[in-house]
Each structure stands twice: as C-alpha cells, then as structure tokens.
C-alpha cells in the first residue's frame, strides 16, 4: 500500500511543480516540419542577417547547415557567411565580446544552438512576435513572455510596432493570439496588435517569417532528429514490403508440412 501512495505522489508531483511555477501565459504553438526544406532554408537566411549581429550559434557548423537543408556550399559562402576568413567548415560564431555586450545590453545575448530546446519552440515562436512598446524599457519595447528583456525588436521594421491593449494581468490570462471565434466567426483581437501600416509584412507574413526562424532553430537544436525523420520513413517502408517477404516465405516453408 505505501508503495502505491509514494508512486502516486511521485507521480502527481510534476503538477504541483507547474502550479507553483506562477502565472504563465499561454503560448502559441508551432507546428514543426523539418522536412519542409524551403522553410529551413529561408529561416537560416533570416538568422543569419537579423540575429547573428549579437547571437552566435557556435555547436553548429555552416557546413553541417547547408548539407542538411540541401543549400550549395557555394551560396552559404557567397550570401549566408559575412566574414570572409570564415571557412564553410568552421562554427557560427560571431564577433561580439561578451564583456562588450554585457555593457551595452544588461545581459549578454546567449548563444542560441540549442535555444529553441532549452526553451521550447513554442516559447521562441511566441518570445519573437511578442515584443510591444514600452516607453519606460532603454530600447522602448518590452515582452509579454520575457519581463523587461534586454533585447531590441529587431524585426520591428517588417513586424510594425505592436501595442499592449489590454491590461498585464490579461495579457497573461489571454495569450497574445487574436482569434476567430468559432461560435459567431467574428475576429476577436488579442492582447497584442500592430499599428497598422507601420510594417512592412501583415500578420500573416510576419507570423511566416517566424515560423521558418523557428523551425529553423528547433533545426540547429536538435539536428539529428531531421535524419531520424528520413531513416524513419525508410525503415517503415523497409517494414511494410518485409512482412510480405516474410509472409510468402513462411507460407512456402510451411507449405508440405501441413
Ligand atoms: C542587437 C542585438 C540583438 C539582436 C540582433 C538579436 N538579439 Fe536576441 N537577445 C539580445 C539580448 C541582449 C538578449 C538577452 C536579453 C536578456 O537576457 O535580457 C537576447 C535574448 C534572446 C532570446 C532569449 C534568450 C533566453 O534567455 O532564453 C532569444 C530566443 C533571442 N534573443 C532570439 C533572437 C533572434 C531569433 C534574433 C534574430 C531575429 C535575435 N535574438 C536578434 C540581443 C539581440
């Protein structure tokens, strides 16, 4: 009987850690698909021209990248690598000295290779398209899922500025996702929205250029479950034609003994 209790209590145990863990607010999901290589592509080029300014994503190779995603050598080196002693075969590293970051921006901008694991792909997919104006922060923008960040909206000339409308408390209660309510199929505007005409993409394309990042970043988190993607399907097709193999053969086997 204890045993059974201290199973159960073990195994509620990772809720009451959650509870504990205050408000959070709701994140949108993302569906990954690393087997969409034009957005894996279209996202690394969007990290590497916006993020690596400050970013580094120094366990992962640029030769590993363009394999993978199937980009040529040649235009990873010609359009994705901006220092030219860099060599394809050496790691995204950037310039920036932590000590100077550290200066100008509070916090140093970590390395983001394992970002999206660490953190959740939902997490970086909402962090990014979150960002709102906030006189009071140094770069005048604020974020509903990371209080008082240290990083500018860098993607702001594409996005817009993006308002708060609503109160903190909602914020965190609602998410920051405007909605079509399935009832009366009217727009329910979230808690977030843009100024209109003040970016270059609306939602929609905006929503897109994030989702590419950030499948491209849950990409560099975990390379290898691109590959197990592949050989998964092989084996299953591997699978499927085995069983008929085998069934005519245990049949031929079988056939003079009955
Ligand atoms: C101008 C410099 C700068 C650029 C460019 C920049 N960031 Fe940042 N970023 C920062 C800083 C500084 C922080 C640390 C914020 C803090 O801890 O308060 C940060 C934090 C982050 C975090 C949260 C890290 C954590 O604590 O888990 C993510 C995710 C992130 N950046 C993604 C990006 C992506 C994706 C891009 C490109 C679209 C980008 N950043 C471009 C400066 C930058």
Do not use: F, P, V
């Given at each position: 009987m204890k045993k059974y209790l201290i199973a159960i209590v073990m195994a509620l145990l990772p809720m009451t850690a959650s509870a504990a863990g205050g408000a959070k607010m709701p994140l949108d999901h993302i569906e990954l698909d690393y087997t969409n290589k034009g957005s894996l592509q279209r996202g690394m080029a969007t990290f590497v021209n916006n993020c690596m300014g400050c970013h580094?994503?120094?366990?992962?190779?640029f030769e590993r990248a363009a394999q993978d995603l199937e980009i040529p050598n040649k235009l990873v080196e010609d359009y994705l690598i901006f220092d030219k002693d860099k060599k394809i075969g050496e790691h995204m590293t950037i310039g920036m000295a932590a000590d100077d970051a550290k200066v100008w921006f509070g916090n140093p901008p970590p390395d983001l290779t394992l970002e999206a694991r660490l953190r959740g792909a939902d997490w970086v997919y909402t962090y990014l398209r979150s960002f709102y104006e906030d006189p009071s922060r140094p770069w005048g923008v604020n974020n509903a899922v990371f209080k008082d960040v240290g990083m500018p909206n860098v993607l702001e000339r594409l996005q817009g500025n993006q308002r708060l409308t609503c109160s903190h408390e909602e914020l965190l209660h609602e998410g920051i996702g405007g909605e079509v309510d399935p009832l009366t199929g009217t727009f329910k505007p979230g808690c977030l929205s843009v100024n209109g005409g003040?970016?270059?993409?609306?939602t929609e394309e905006f929503d897109k250029v994030i989702y590419d990042l950030v499948n491209f970043m849950a990409y560099m988190a975990e390379p290898s479950k691109a590959d197990s993607h592949r050989i998964g399907t092989y084996v299953l097709v591997f699978l499927f034609f085995f069983f008929f193999l085998a069934y005519a053969l245990k049949r031929e086997f079988w056939k003079d003994v009955h």
């Open positions: 580094s994503a120094q366990y992962q190779r003040t970016g270059e993409l609306d």
